[in-house]
């Protein structure tokens, strides 16, 4: 059996602190929740966000593909996203509004200190984190930006919202008040390009048109529409499927208990959902429900052991910690669920990955020896981590006995009930249909 690695002192190599996924098992849980709801992510809340990335494509246009601003980084898009934040954040007065809008916290800081919003002073990687890049995927999934343009359903929601929000030749060919707010947006772009920074000064009269047309939960009743259709109407995975079970009566009744309750069980909702679900959408959940029953096993066991050691901050022995209650269960039922769960995988094209990365987890052994496997795993995942590898959240000494880093203290176990361990974008799908209002 592979030993883990006897420290005794620091190896700089691995030195970096990783604590995301110390077990690897986010990998395949993303890829199923991708094919379940395709284009939407956890970060997902306000799907007023693919309306302004609509009128960013129809304004961005203007420009050439290679054109980028004075700090050679930053593209026409993401100049408008500048303008877009900045003017949420000066001209929305209750901050209850700004809930969700990525960069707020930034421009609310360049704000206060006077200074213009840039790529220095804005998102570390806002091609990932900004709403642009929040949204962007689904935004593409559903047709509303096709090949970096305007797609045919960006079109039809740019229409409808020109029309609704009284903006009038925006878009359109007519003549209007859309036209002249066109304009200032287009300069205030091509400003904002030449000085790689927002240029419009705290008395600029565009700064309102943010919050008066764009504001996260104003969406207008034909857009909301145009926007509900989208979603429903998937080419691929199940949005559609599971948006329509969420926003019926009995689906939203089951799902607002847990909101209420803060508990997000979707293991519930798959639950109440899969009986009434099409075959294929029923083989999915039966993979991600044995998929996360595998993951509960694991990550309560090891919980539970960092836990124990957190609590006395000494050196533990393998011997301790393979009497946990968390240890025993998985060390007991994990060799059985491994088989079911990378069959069910199959069809998914996971069971490769599943088998590659918890095969060492999956032979029948005394508790003992899978708890330094489950160890040993961790320690192979951090290891495996870019861009050099990552600390464990644990020394091991000559002796074999473990002490946890001052970094990792916890002051719980593991959960051991039937939650999930990972999400699969019901929260984000329920805050959509509440802006959408498919849902009271």
Same mark, same amino acid.
């Given at each position: 059996m592979m030993q883990l690695p006897m420290l005794s002192v620091v190896d700089p190599r691995v030195s970096a602190e990783g604590s995301i996924d110390p077990l690897g098992m986010y990998a395949i849980a993303d890829a199923l929740a991708v094919r379940l709801v395709p284009g939407v992510r956890e970060r997902q809340m306000h799907p007023r966000f693919l309306t302004a990335i609509a009128v960013s494509l129809s304004l961005c246009s203007d420009f050439d593909e290679d054109v980028v601003a004075a700090d050679g980084v930053s593209e026409p898009w993401q100049v408008f996203e500048w303008y877009v934040v900045e003017g949420l954040v000066r001209t929305t007065s209750d901050r209850s509004l700004l809930r969700g809008l990525p960069g707020q916290d930034k421009a609310a800081r360049a704000s206060r200190e006077g200074v213009p919003l840039s790529q220095k002073r804005y998102l570390k990687t806002p091609n990932?984190?900004?709403?642009?890049?929040?949204?962007?995927?689904?935004? &593409?999934?559903?047709?509303?930006?096709?090949?970096?343009?305007?797609?045919?359903?960006?079109?039809?929601?740019?229409?409808?919202?020109?029309?609704?929000?009284?903006?009038?030749?925006?878009?359109?060919?007519?003549?209007?008040?859309?036209?002249?707010?066109? &304009?200032?947006?287009?300069?205030?772009?091509?400003?904002?390009?030449?000085?790689?920074?927002?240029?419009?000064?705290?008395?600029? %009269?565009?700064?309102?048109?943010?919050?008066?047309?764009?504001?996260?939960?104003?969406? /207008?009743?034909?857009?909301?529409?145009?926007?509900?259709?989208?979603?429903?109407?998937?080419?691929?995975?199940?949005r559609g499927e599971i948006l329509h079970g969420l926003?019926?009566?009995? /689906?939203?009744?089951?799902?607002?208990?847990?909101?209420?309750?803060?508990?997000?069980?979707?293991?519930?909702?798959?639950?109440?959902? %899969?009986?009434?679900?099409?075959?294929?959408?029923?083989?999915?959940?039966?993979?991600?429900?044995?998929?996360?029953?595998?993951?509960?096993?694991?990550?309560?066991?090891?919980?539970?052991?960092?836990?124990?050691?957190?609590?006395?901050?000494?050196?533990?022995t393998a011997q301790e910690l393979e009497q946990l209650d968390g240890v025993q269960r998985a060390a007991r039922r994990i060799p059985d669920l491994f088989a079911e769960v990378s069959e069910k995988l199959s069809p998914f094209d996971q069971t490769v990955r599943f088998e590659d990365t918890f095969a060492s987890l999956a032979e029948r052994v005394s508790s003992r020896q899978w708890v330094e496997r489950l160890l040993n795993?961790?320690?192979?995942?951090?290891?495996?981590?870019?861009?050099?590898?990552?600390?464990?959240?644990?020394?091991?000494?000559?002796?074999?006995?473990?002490?946890?880093?001052?970094?990792?203290?916890?002051?719980?176990?593991?959960?051991?009930?039937? %939650?999930?361990?990972?999400?699969?974008?019901?929260?984000?799908?329920?805050?959509?249909?509440?802006?959408?209002?498919?849902?009271?």
């Open positions: 990932v984190f900004g709403f642009h890049g929040v949204y962007r995927a689904l935004a &593409r999934d559903v047709g509303i930006e096709v090949a970096g343009r305007l797609g045919q359903v960006g079109y039809e929601l740019l229409t409808a919202w020109e029309k609704e929000q009284g903006l009038d030749g925006f878009c359109s060919s007519v003549d209007g008040p859309g036209k002249v707010v066109r &304009r200032q947006l287009h300069e205030a772009i091509v400003d904002g390009l030449r000085h790689g920074a927002v240029a419009r000064k705290t008395g600029w %009269a565009g700064w309102s048109f943010f919050s008066d047309h764009l504001g996260i939960y104003d969406v /207008g009743q034909k857009e909301s529409q145009l926007i509900a259709r989208a979603l429903m109407h998937a080419s691929s995975g199940f926003i019926r009566p009995a /689906g939203w009744r089951l799902w607002w208990k847990e909101v209420e309750q803060r508990t997000f069980s979707e293991r519930r909702f798959h639950q109440w959902l %899969a009986p009434r679900a099409s075959p294929q959408l029923q083989q999915l959940l039966g993979a991600i429900d044995a998929y996360e029953r595998f993951c509960r096993l694991l990550q309560d066991a090891f919980d539970d052991c960092m836990f124990r050691l957190s609590q006395y901050q000494q050196r533990i795993h961790h320690c192979r995942i951090q290891l495996a981590k870019p861009p050099a590898g990552k600390a464990p959240w644990f020394d091991r000494f000559d002796d074999g006995s473990f002490m946890i880093r001052t970094g990792y203290l916890t002051d719980q176990g593991g959960r051991h009930d039937e %939650a999930y361990v990972h999400a699969y974008r019901t929260r984000a799908l329920s805050s959509f249909a509440r802006d959408l209002r498919l849902v009271s």
